[in-house]
């Protein structure tokens, strides 16, 4: 692991780092172009204006968390910005990143990758095989989420594609962008105390073993802006890369050390 600056909290072993704080604090500090890729799950901002109810009139567990609200699309916009720029200067100049969003947010965080400079690569929709339901009945079901993969430039002539490794995912063809993994669930989602979801946009280790396996490669260093429940750096030491993980709720942060820790100790 190199050696970068750590804040005084945090998790700091030989495969991975965890930094407690705003990623937008955290990013300038971390050397120069040292990822070599990047997966992002930014915060959607939902817009929610009420609660949803199930038709036998129970609540649905959704979106509501404060890091997911914002006072304005223009405030939205600008913090996108923020870390996108901040990103960019870490990301490798052979390096790539990934976005993840909901119709909600991901064109204007394209529009912004665009606008900085970013070049992307494909866009790929996570089909989830099995969708929450458009319980109200005035919309289609929303079964999809969009990731961006884009390099760091246009004029930039190297990047990772392991192109014979995704084939194995697709029965030897070639991978296409349209990725059928199911919603995270059963034991692999992590609970609280309460038995409740611990948190609410935890993303399967499916969807992050295809998004590292095709972009990075073993040793390589992997960067997560918005670590959440600790996914990213998970799978990406079960795949012999080094990660950095950035999350701003200590809550989150303690759940993904734990997630980690255990990954440690069931392999010792």
């Not at 300038?28 to 939902?46: H, V």
């Not at 929610?48 to 006072?71: C, H, I």
């Not at 901040?86 to 947010?105: E, F, K, P, Q």
């Not at 979801?197 to 073993?218: F, Y």
Request: hydrophobic residues 35%; aromatic residues 10%; glycine residues 6%.
């Amino acid at each position: 692991m190199q050696n970068l600056p750590c804040p005084q909290t945090g998790a700091d072993v030989s495969d991975y780092r965890i930094y407690t704080g705003n990623c937008i604090d955290i990013l300038p500090d971390l050397p120069e172009k040292s990822a070599g890729l990047i997966f992002a799950d930014p915060p959607y901002n939902l817009q929610l204006k009420q609660e949803l109810y199930r038709p036998n009139q129970t609540r649905v567990d959704g979106v509501d968390d404060t890091w997911d609200q914002f006072a304005s699309f223009e405030s939205y916009d600008e913090f996108t910005r923020q870390w996108l720029n901040a990103c960019r200067r870490v990301l490798a100049d052979d390096g790539t990143i990934w976005v993840i969003g909901s119709y909600h947010n991901i064109f204007r965080v394209g529009k912004i990758m665009m606008d900085l400079g970013f070049w992307i690569l494909n866009d790929v929709q996570w089909h989830k095989s099995n969708p929450m339901p458009n319980f109200r009945g005035v919309r289609f079901t929303n079964a999809t989420e969009t990731l961006i993969w884009a390099k760091k430039s246009e004029n930039q002539k190297k990047y990772t594609f392991n192109h014979q490794v995704m084939k194995q995912f697709n029965d030897g063809k070639q991978m296409t962008s349209v990725w059928q993994i199911p919603l995270c669930t059963g034991k692999e989602r992590i609970k609280d105390e309460n038995g409740k979801k611990a948190h609410s946009t935890q993303k399967p280790e499916a969807l992050l073993q295809r998004v590292i396996l095709s972009s990075s490669n073993e040793g390589d260093l992997v960067l997560d802006p918005f670590l959440g429940s600790g996914t990213t750096c998970a799978v990406a030491r079960k795949l012999n890369r080094r990660s950095i993980g950035i999350e701003q709720d200590p809550r989150y942060v303690e759940m993904a050390e734990h997630r980690l820790n255990g990954y440690l100790g069931s392999e010792q």
